[in-house]
């Protein structure tokens, strides 16, 4: 019994990200383009999320920064998840949902990309970061899941939103994984061309 359950969250999983494929390839395509073109011409990518996408955040942050499949030099990406001084002193003195947006206002900058990632669509902090980088002149790369909630109201046409289509969180955010990693990939195809470094 304990291998059946074990088994039906593998196949759960294998089905949605094949279901999920042929609808998020476009968005997924055209988030690349957005970040690429944000990299080319010297500006930064900002992720935000809360929780399992907060992880989100630092593992994609991590991966361009770092490497990805490649040696390369350090992209600019950044989690505004990881400060604890910032995030409590907002969140102390101001709320928990300005915790993102106000670093947005600090360090975003016009021409700058936002990654916004919430499995709802609706954290209330995420929305009013997505927020303060349209304020800034920032194009948005949403990562949401069920309906895409009211990040998805937010997004104009040259943003890109990844709208995972499960209710259940743990897939959705199995799909944002495989997500951020095409997105990995193809920021250093973009970028470099040519074949992963053995």
Known sequence: MKNQQILSH???????????GEQLAE??????????TALSNGNKILACGNGGSAADCQHFA???????????LPLPAMALTTDSSIMTAVGNDYSFADVFS???????????????ISTS??????????E??????MRIVALTG????????????????????????ARIQEVHLLTIHCICDGIDNALFGGEVNE
């Open 146 to 169: 069920k309906t895409g909630g009211t990040l998805g109201t937010l997004l104009g046409a040259t943003d890109a939103h990844i709208c995972v289509p499960h209710d259940r969180t």
């Open 10 to 20: 593998f196949h759960e999983s294998a089905e949605l990200k094949m279901q999920a």
């Open 27 to 36: 968005p997924i395509a055209q988030a690349i383009e957005i970040m690429f």
């Open 62 to 72: 991590a991966e361009l920064v770092g490497r990805f499949e490649r040696e390369r």
């Open 121 to 130: 669509g609706n954290s209330g902090n995420v929305v009013q970061a997505v």
């Open 102 to 116: 106000k670093q947005v206002q600090a360090f975003g900058q016009a021409g700058d990309v936002l990654l916004a």
């Open 132 to 137: 303060a980088a349209i304020e800034r002149g």
